[in-house]
């Protein structure tokens, strides 16, 4: 395995359990979300506030194109998946794998979505965007692991079991 890379919902645990799973398998462990806020002096929310969604977004794909790992997890932020030039470099250089969990379990980890600093447009819902990107992370995995009712040891456990096997 050259790469893994999580994508998935915002606080469904791709920082989390993307770490612990770098451990496990004596992996080097990259958070892009990190990366962004170095390069920019600024935290993401503040970055989507001074320069938009679109503004945010382009930084997004930039980085994440550029990302030169080997044998590392990447964790990427949530709206990774709009960004197409940093998609496709991820497919290139490693196994994506989409944590999922249910719309009512990001909901309730969710509790400030705003501060959090989540690519939410005016008017739109946290259930308009878990609908509008769920398709977008089944058209990147390679790997699907569910963490419903599961605590985070349990679906970091699933999360190797599932490398290994693939
Ligand atoms: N079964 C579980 N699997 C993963 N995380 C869990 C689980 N149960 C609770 N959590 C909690 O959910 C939160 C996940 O947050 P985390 O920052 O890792 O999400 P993320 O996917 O990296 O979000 P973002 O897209 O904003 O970067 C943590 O506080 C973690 O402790
Ligand atoms: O899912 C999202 O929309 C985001 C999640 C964060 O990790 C950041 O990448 C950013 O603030 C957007
Ligand atoms: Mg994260």
Redesign the pocket.
């Known amino acids: 395995m050259e790469n893994i890379i999580f994508i998935?919902?915002?606080?469904?645990?791709?920082?989390?359990?993307g770490v612990v799973v770098a451990k496990r398998l004596g992996y080097q462990f990259m958070d892009t979300?990190l990366l962004i806020q170095e390069e920019e002096g600024n935290l993401l929310r503040e970055i989507i506030e001074e320069k938009g969604i679109v503004g945010f977004l382009e930084i997004e794909d930039r980085v994440n194109a550029r990302v030169e790992v080997h044998n590392t997890v990447i964790?990427p932020?949530?709206s990774v998946v709009y960004c197409e030039n940093a998609m496709k470099h991820y497919k290139e250089i490693g196994t994506v794998v989409y944590?999922m969990a249910s719309y009512e379990t990001i909901n309730k980890?969710l509790k400030s979505a705003k501060n959090?600093g989540?690519v939410l447009r005016d008017g739109q819902t946290l259930k308009d965007l878990y609908d509008e990107r769920v398709p977008l992370f089944e058209r990147y995995a390679d790997l699907t692991v569910c963490?419903d009712g599961?605590?985070?040891e349990d679906?970091i456990d699933k999360v190797i079991e599932a490398l290994q096997s693939a």
């Open positions: 998935g919902m915002p606080a469904v645990g791709k920082s989390t359990v979300d964790s932020g949530g944590l980890r959090r989540v963490e599961l605590k985070l679906t």
